[in-house]
């Protein structure tokens, strides 16, 4: 049967491997060229070198879509994570109803971007009003808006990663701890959170790459309102390569220069936190 495998391997593989081709590393590599020209198609595009890489980091939105994103992913990883760790440790105790409790926490996470942003759009905005403002009267509230949306969005589904993980834990080694009266603390820092660190690992590599990528959310919420100020490197991408006459290559030089900061923040962090996983 190896040997079957073996000798049939490429045939199996090929097809998979012309759609990645064809579907991915074409488009990809095609997007790196046009980032370097001027163009409204593929078939019209002149090189201009460097210079849409200076004007993307001379537009002032796309700075701030930066920060804003940064500022947001921050924030939304590490509550996210938070949260759903100690629901996750909530979860694996003997509680009434706790399969009920987590269908209901993870049921969010299979409502699309669009349809979230446009309810709690008016879940908030319903608050909002009895206050005189709206989500888009000032960027602190669409922010901390879009970290409501993203919390309650994914802490269930990361909830799950963590039950699993703490499940996983040798219940031996929980025991032996409890009877050399080690206290619930000591048990969580030592034992519990180290053991989990591959869900560690999965957890905050999602939360960082959606926090990222984020924009149904984000253009459903806020638009990028009040004055652009709530948009964020996927919205500010669209708006430039869509809504911008002349300005295609500048939004594909933003869309390159994101995926290489995306891709070089996930695999530092993956690599620290796989680290931790030898270790522990």
């Known amino acids: 049967m ?6 049939y391997f490429a045939l199996f593989a090929l097809p998979t491997l012309l759609a990645f081709i064809v579907a991915f590393v074409v488009p990809f590599v095609l997007g790196v060229y046009l980032s370097f020209t001027e163009f409204t198609t593929v078939t019209d595009a002149k090189w201009v070198g460097l210079s849409n890489y200076v004007k993307a980091f001379q537009d002032k939105d796309f700075l701030n879509a930066l920060w804003f994103t940064a500022k947001f992913t921050v924030v939304s990883v590490i509550s996210i994570n938070v949260l759903a760790f100690l629901l996750a440790l909530l979860l694996t105790k003997k509680v009434l109803g706790t399969n009920v409790f987590r269908t209901m926490f993870f049921m969010p996470n ?14 908030i905005n319903g608050v909002l009003y009895k206050f005189d403002v709206t989500l888009t009267s000032s960027a602190s509230y669409g922010f901390w808006g879009l970290v409501i949306l993203m919390n309650w969005q994914l802490i269930g589904y990361m909830m ?5 993980g703490i499940q996983n834990v040798p219940k031996e ?13 000591v048990i969580l820092r030592k034992i519990i959170f180290p053991l989990v660190m591959p869900s560690v690992t999965i957890c905050l590599f999602l939360t960082i790459s959606n926090s990222f990528k984020l924009f149904d959310q984000n253009l459903a919420l806020t638009a990028g309102a ?41 695999v530092i962090q993956l690599s620290i936190t796989r680290r931790r996983e030898i270790e522990s």
């Open 110 to 123: 299979l409502i699309g971007g669009i349809v979230l942003g446009y309810i709690w759009q008016l879940i």
């Open 226 to 266: 009040p004055s652009k100020q709530t948009a964020m490197l996927a919205l500010d991408i669209f708006n430039t390569f869509y809504s911008k006459a002349g300005f295609e290559g500048v939004g594909q030089a933003k869309a390159v220069m994101f995926f290489i900061m995306v891709a070089l923040i996930v």
């Open 160 to 164: 799950v990663i963590y039950i699993a």
């Open 2 to 7: 190896q040997k079957m495998i073996k000798k």
């Open 173 to 185: 080694q929980l025991e032996a701890a409890k009877i050399d009266g080690a206290s619930n603390g």
